[in-house]
């Protein structure tokens, strides 16, 4: 029974209306509630698109620049080289 109210929630249409002050001018819109829920995916998806692949990324809080992640990575290589050199004399020291 529980089953059946289910299936009928996904199969009734729901709809959006937009009528303004003067009752002159009406919108409406029928889908049933996949079809919104589908709908909401789409527009999440173009805006996560907007916001991935273009310039417009950049005004995210915390997003690094390009400048940045250039200078991140050459910090990371240097402090890899220099640690390398530190196991290097750590090995000679040993070693005397």
């Not at 290589?77 to 390398?84: D, I, N, P, V």
Request: proline share 4%.
């Amino acid at each position: 029974m529980a089953n059946s109210q289910g299936v009928k929630l996904f199969l009734h249409k729901y709809r959006l209306l937009w009528i303004e002050d003067s009752g002159s001018w009406r919108r409406e819109l029928r889908l049933p509630i996949w079809g919104w829920l589908l709908l909401l995916i789409v527009i999440l998806a173009g805006i996560w698109s907007i916001f991935a692949y273009t310039p417009l990324r950049h005004t995210i809080p915390g997003y690094p620049t390009r400048a940045f992640r250039e200078k991140y990575t050459k910090l990371i290589q240097r402090a890899r080289q220099l640690e390398h050199k530190v196991n290097q004399y750590a090995l000679m020291i040993e070693e005397l």
